[in-house]
């Protein structure tokens, strides 16, 4: 479910995504722009932002199609070498989009799909983050995705941490309770009779 405050969720939902219309509709034609009238006809293709196009799909009003960043073409290209691709320009919102599209769509080898581009971009992202240098990192930066960014961010700043803790004094402290003796008491059982 969406966060109704999140605005990189906001600038997700507005991604336009291509929609053929299952039925005429009128008083519309400002969503078509080569309609002449007021209304978009049965058959129609038309670009509409991801939240209208998913809840227009729910009233089976429109069929979805396979945004571009997910076609055969993109996936050769990210099969063929994926951390060299630019996600940033397919889709800023490349994962979260893909998620959101799967159920929507024919097409179910998207899942598996983000799941290998993930992990085929992971570790490079993961071993930039924490190695980088500001000279590197700008031609690498661009080609992320948002969700590949904050990724990289959260890396980055859990490794600057590390290395602050490593470079302080005293990494390993004595406890406060382990300074103080406990009495040892010999339990005393009832005797039998």
Known sequence: MPDYYDMDDIIMEDQHIQVIFQVGANGVGLLDP??????????????LPFWLAHELQLRQAVSI??????????????????ACVNLKVHCPYFYELGCKIVPLVS????????????????????????????????????????EEMQL????????????KWRAGGSRLEKAPVLGRKRKTTIPTFPSSP
């Open 65 to 82: 199609y396979l945004p571009a960043c997910f076609s055969q073409k993109t996936r050769n290209e990210i099969k063929a070498d994926a």
């Open 34 to 47: 080569g309609s002449e009238n007021n209304s978009v006809e049965k058959g129609a293709k038309v670009e």
């Open 152 to 163: 990289f961010e959260a890396s980055r700043s859990s490794m600057m941490a590390f290395k």
């Open 107 to 146: 097409d179910k080898t998207i899942g598996s799909f983000l799941y290998e581009t993930f992990t085929s971009r992971y570790l490079e992202m993961l071993s930039k983050s924490h190695s980088a240098s500001v000279l590197t990192a700008p031609k690498f930066l661009p080609r992320l995705s948002k």
